[in-house]
């Protein structure tokens, strides 16, 4: 039974835009960048120096703690251990190689037991060692998601929803290699033992949709959720809603309500991870927009420039105004394209002045639209006034850090008031005021 998630909007969605170019093309950049803070947690520290040459595969940055390795995504040379610009907007501590063209890679080691025989320690200490994180942008290190729910979850969701415009790397995924998510199901199946095993999928991705039939009769354990299409449905708590009906308190996690979500990429890096015994070193990624001359999907080597993939792609328009990292409705601007592509980047978006952009002096109708459409039941007018208001009380009382920054209230505020932009400030202020 399907049910439905409060608020929600339906943008344009401009997916079209990216699946014409059908073939994917892969990208092997002169050089990489790779940061040794891609996950949420603690930074890796370098295993490497500088002058080392390392093998695609190599794990060239590990830590303790809340914290998954990173490896080279290229053979060749350490040239630089320095800190460079990141999408999250700061310098980060970077292992940086210049590519010998070899593609020499580490032996791979998969695991060839049937899938009865592995224990979950072992399949959980693979994803670790793979670096796999939470491929949708979340970036939580997968082994530790996995672990935290162990023994508490009944239904495992694999997230194909990717209900931002413009991006189509899941659904990229799931027309080329839909087996390779279903068998990622069912490893991770093997950890936590769900009663229902279930991949949700939007009814705007029609040829996924037919390749993941085709593709079920091997796979009898896992159900197809075809779910209405309506953003933003991919956020974990709004999708656990639409497909169980259960609502996850405010400031819980999905195991709270016995469910665990995780997207469909990182499904497919689990396989990879565990059957070929390969390690996170590239993914897909949608490049696409009004401003880039080719709009399509490309493999990427972790720690490749967004401007070679920008080149690649046919280069941008004199006209650009803005490229972002993610999508249009919860990505970020970027000013310095020379930021790599991490575990996380599903996409690159460039954009050209949007004729309705944000007011020059944005003034709240009080017309009450945005409270409809927040898929959290918040809110929005209040929490913008009392974010300018600094009024942190208040804020804590309007439950202002229950904010997915999902952008719906933004997309239809008549008053062209920069919510989100002032939620992501007043979050902060609260944390701040939090911690100390
Ligand atoms: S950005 Fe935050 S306040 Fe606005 S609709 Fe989304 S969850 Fe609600
Ligand atoms: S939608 Fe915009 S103008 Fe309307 S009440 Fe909300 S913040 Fe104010």
Redesign the pocket.
């Known amino acids: 039974m399907k049910h439905l998630f409060f608020?929600g909007i339906h943008p344009k969605y401009n997916k079209e835009m990216s699946t014409g170019v059908t073939d994917f093309h892969s990208i092997t950049p002169k050089q990489v960048v790779i940061p040794l803070q891609q996950h949420i947690g603690a930074p890796c520290q370098s295993l490497v120096q500088v002058g080392d040459r390392v093998l695609r595969g190599q794990k060239i940055g590990d830590g303790q703690g809340l914290c998954v390795p990173v490896h080279a995504s290229v053979s060749g040379t350490v040239v630089a251990i320095e800190p460079r610009p990141h999408t999250s907007g700061r310098d980060v501590m970077a292992i940086v190689i210049d590519n010998d063209g070899k593609d020499e890679a580490i032996p791979h080691n998969p695991e060839t037991r049937p899938l009865e025989e592995l224990d979950a320690d072992t399949i959980l200490h693979t994803i670790r060692e793979a670096g796999l994180v939470g491929m949708g942008g979340a970036a939580f290190p997968g082994n530790v998601k996995a672990l935290s729910a162990m023994g508490n979850v009944d239904t495992l969701i694999a997230n194909a929803c990717e209900c931002e415009p413009y991006i189509t790397a899941d659904d990229s995924l799931l027309r080329t290699e839909p087996e390779h998510v279903l068998e990622g199901m069912l490893i991770l199946k093997q950890v936590l033992k769900p009663n229902r095993i279930v991949l949700a999928v939007e009814d705007n991705k029609v040829q996924a949709i037919e390749k993941i039939k085709k593709c079920l009769n091997l796979f009898p354990q896992i159900e197809l959720a075809v779910l209405p299409t309506r953003y933003p449905q991919g956020a974990e708590k709004q999708l656990i809603q639409a497909l169980t009906g259960r609502e996850v308190p405010g400031g819980k996690l999905p195991v709270e309500v016995n469910c665990a979500v995780f997207n469909v990429s990182t499904f497919a890096a689990i396989y990879r991870a565990v059957r070929l015994g390969i390690p996170l070193t590239q993914r897909i990624v949608t490049i696409s927009g009004e401003a880039i001359a080719v709009p399509q999907n490309f493999i990427v080597r972790i720690g490749t420039p967004f401007h070679d993939l920008i080149a690649a792609a046919g280069g941008l328009n004199d006209r650009t105004e803005r490229v972002i990292s993610g999508g249009p409705m919860m990505g970020f601007a970027q000013s310095d394209l020379s930021v790599p592509v991490i575990k996380a980047t599903n996409s690159i978006l460039c954009l050209l002045k949007d004729k309705n952009g944000a007011a020059e002096n944005p003034v709240c109708l009080r017309c009450g639209k945005?409270v409809g459409?927040?898929?959290?039941r918040?809110q929005?007018l209040y929490?913008y006034r009392f974010t300018n208001a600094q009024r942190l009380d208040e804020l804590e009382r309007l439950n202002l850090l229950d904010?997915?920054?999902?952008?719906?209230?933004?997309f239809t505020c008549p008053g062209k008031l920069p919510?989100?932009e002032v939620?992501r400030k007043g979050k902060k202020l609260l944390r701040e005021a939090k911690a100390k």
């Open positions: 608020g945005c459409v927040c898929p959290m918040l929005p929490m904010c997915i920054e999902c952008g719906s209230c933004a919510l989100v939620f």
